[in-house]
């Protein structure tokens, strides 16, 4: 985890907001490393994690995570985070084959147009406790999901509403009902204004999950060009809903990641210009 | 997952001449040395070269192995071609296996393309020659003058099995020696050879695709390059090249509709293909021809299946091959996408403005200043790679 990030959010380990929908996304830069980041302060504050990991494999969150002090394999062991690792389970759909195993959860490769009910189900079944019967078993704190990315969704088939459906589902069962928090990873491409209104495309679904969230990490290019000390900007985007209405607050970073984490500073005080 | 080299292990780049005593050290854990090969100095991954050293370089030190490369194909498929023929060059050189697909040339005669490499250092295999009774009329010219004893004895290749260097240079005006070609061992898929199946395919991919990605998996189970199957005394690379993957040849109209039918079909397979690499010891390179395809996001996304990604523009037939001040390049080359694996920071190149040009022992690729080149036409500024 971060920690110049942690101090941004104003959150640690031990006391962090709950029932909180966070949406991270990117537009032409990679926001993979926050993913990591959340996944690592969550294994910290001791929550339950699910993670659906879409786009890599177990080993590579495991060795990033391994830099940033959190076993993943262990964690597993424990009981502490359900991995689903996307990348083999569709395997096994993809390529029919005569015996098919594990999850359904990635049934949609199926047929795309059937939607994700059986994620959902998969989350839902991940998050809710087992009731206690076990002796041994370690309590753990509110659930968490965390999804990347959600765009890869898109890329195999599955139309933009069929996600807000997924995320909508998701954020009734872990933010509202139990009182966790979900992290999303969603990818654009390209120019804002270049969508030409077409129903299925990644804009829509990122002013959709913006809508839905209630805190966003946008991760972008530099204006200014590529730099290779600076590797863009965050914009932090708090949508708290008060009493009196909507309540948003805007702040922007630029940041650099290094081997063992990223650093966060204020626009024009990266060590490389000072 | 991309192989970390904790499972595979270093390749020995010394070896002990000849074991003086019969003392063997123990060691603990079986450190599997694959030629060809070599650990990354940024995240210890497992790295194969090219072929074409100065795109290893841009790519960080080569292609990791688990990952796939993306060559958006210049207009006329021809430097996008060349590079393939180096992937599978390099494989045959450092006894890797080969898995060519093509739906257009028949994969055997890019097999027969390959370029040369130059041999100073890359061992070849002889088959041992008989030796000769003294009898049997001689070659005058290999009649030793001064040690006729040791005439007769049996001609042995003592070299290496395979090349210790990574990357190698190839003569692109010759083409491989068959014999060197057809020690290294070779699948192939030919999409006309395959009949499409009365079937339906399980998913959003195409009949095409489902097939070529089936046989793949094959491949790797047979072959044993999975990662699941116990490590065996000797393991080796396979490099799987897909050559045009997305044109109309290969049953999928992204390139010839704007709004294609089949518009997941590549996506999906894209996605298989990661799915099969991360989870077995092979390399990809696909060639797509991303001119013929209009939906920017959709190549977009087919960027961020691929783990690594470089475009190829060639001057060729466009009004840039008169123009004076590239008429010292091929074509402009730009990298898109280079990926992190197991671990947080990518290494991009410093410099984005890159040009190729294809010379005969190398395909170069020079940083283009030729924005700054308002003041002198004689002044270059070359990047050594």
């Not at chain 2, 370089?57 to 006329?76: P, Q, S």
Request: hydrophobic share 35%; with cysteine; charged share 20%.
């Amino acid at each position: 985890m971060f920690t110049e990030l942690n101090s941004i959010l104003n959150a640690t380990p031990d006391s962090f907001t709950q029932g909180e929908f966070i949406l991270v996304s990117d537009r032409q830069s990679d926001a993979s490393f926050l993913i990591h980041h959340f996944l690592s302060f969550y294994l910290r504050a001791r929550c339950k994690v699910c993670f659906l990991g879409l786009v890599q494999s177990f080993s590579h969150y495991s060795a990033i995570s391994q830099r940033l002090g959190v076993s993943l394999t262990q964690a597993r062991e424990k009981g502490q985070l359900i991995f689903l690792e996307g990348l083999k389970e569709s395997l096994s759909i993809l390529i029919p084959q005569e015996t098919t195993t594990g999850s359904q959860a990635m049934d949609f490769l199926r047929d795309p147009t059937v939607g994700l009910q059986r994620l959902y189900e998969f989350v839902r079944s991940s998050v809710s406790s087992d009731g206690g019967g076990e002796e041994g078993v370690e309590e753990w704190g509110p659930p968490v999901l965390l999804v990347d990315d959600v765009s890869v969704l898109l890329s195999l088939g599955v139309s933009a509403g069929a996600v807000l459906d997924f995320s909508h589902y998701c954020r009734a069962t872990v933010c509202s009902q139990l009182q966790g928090n979900i992290v999303m990873l969603v990818r654009c491409h390209g120019e804002e204004a270049e969508d030409d209104g077409s129903d299925e495309g990644s804009e829509w679904l990122l002013k959709g999950l913006t809508h839905q969230c209630s805190l966003t990490l946008h991760v972008q290019g530099l204006p200014t060009g590529y730099c290779r000390d600076i590797h863009g900007q965050v914009e932090v985007c708090w949508r708290r809903r008060r009493g009196d209405g909507q309540h948003t607050q805007k702040k922007l970073f630029q940041y650099k990641v290094h081997d063992k984490g990223a650093s966060f500073f204020a626009p024009g005080t990266s060590s490389a210009v000072l | 997952m991309a192989a970390p080299v904790s499972s595979v292990g270093k390749p020995s780049a010394e070896r002990p001449p000849f074991s003086s005593t019969s003392f063997q050290k123990k060691t603990r854990s079986k450190l599997i040395s694959i030629p060809g090969t070599r650990p990354s100095v940024q995240n210890g991954q497992l790295l194969v070269s090219t072929g074409v050293t100065s795109l290893d370089y841009l790519l960080g030190g080569g292609l990791a192995v688990g990952t796939v490369l993306l060559i958006e194909e210049d207009r006329f498929d021809s430097y996008s071609r060349m590079i393939l023929k180096y992937f599978l060059a390099e494989g045959v050189v450092c006894r890797h296996e080969l898995f060519v697909a093509s739906a257009q040339d028949n994969p055997d005669d890019i097999l027969q393309e390959l370029p040369a490499p130059i041999l100073d250092d890359v061992a070849i295999h002889k088959p041992v020659e008989q030796p000769r009774l003294s009898c049997e009329p001689q070659d005058n010219l290999d009649a030793m003058k001064i040690a006729w004893r040791y005439q007769n004895l049996p001609k042995v290749q003592s070299a290496l099995a395979s090349s210790s260097r990574f990357g190698h240079y190839y003569d692109v005006s010759k083409t491989m020696e068959p014999e060197i070609r057809q020690a290294a061992k070779c699948h192939r898929f030919y999409l006309p050879e395959h009949p499409t199946q009365s079937s339906t395919t399980h998913s959003r991919m195409i009949e095409s695709y489902s097939a070529l990605l089936k046989s793949l998996q094959e491949v790797i189970h047979r072959e044993g390059f999975d990662l699941s199957t116990p490590m065996s005394m000797s393991r080796n690379i396979l490099r799987v090249g897909l050559h045009s993957l997305g044109s109309a040849l290969w049953n999928d109209d992204l390139s010839c509709h704007d709004d294609p039918m089949h518009s997941h079909a590549l996506t999906t397979f894209l996605y298989g293909l990661r799915a099969l690499l991360r989870s077995s010891l092979s390399v990809a390179v696909v060639t797509v021809p991303s001119h013929l395809i209009q939906d920017q996001a959709l190549m977009g996304n087919i960027t961020r299946l691929c783990d690594n990604a470089i475009a190829l523009e060639s001057f060729k037939g466009s009004e840039r091959e008169t123009n004076p001040l590239y008429k010292d390049y091929h074509g402009l080359l730009h990298v898109r996408q280079v990926p992190h694996l197991n671990c947080l920071a990518s290494q991009l190149p410093d410099h984005k403005d890159l040009a190729f040009k294809l010379k005969r022992k190398q395909f170069s690729i020079e940083v283009c200043c030729q924005r700054l080149r308002a003041y002198s036409n004689k002044e270059q500024h070359y990047l050594n790679m």
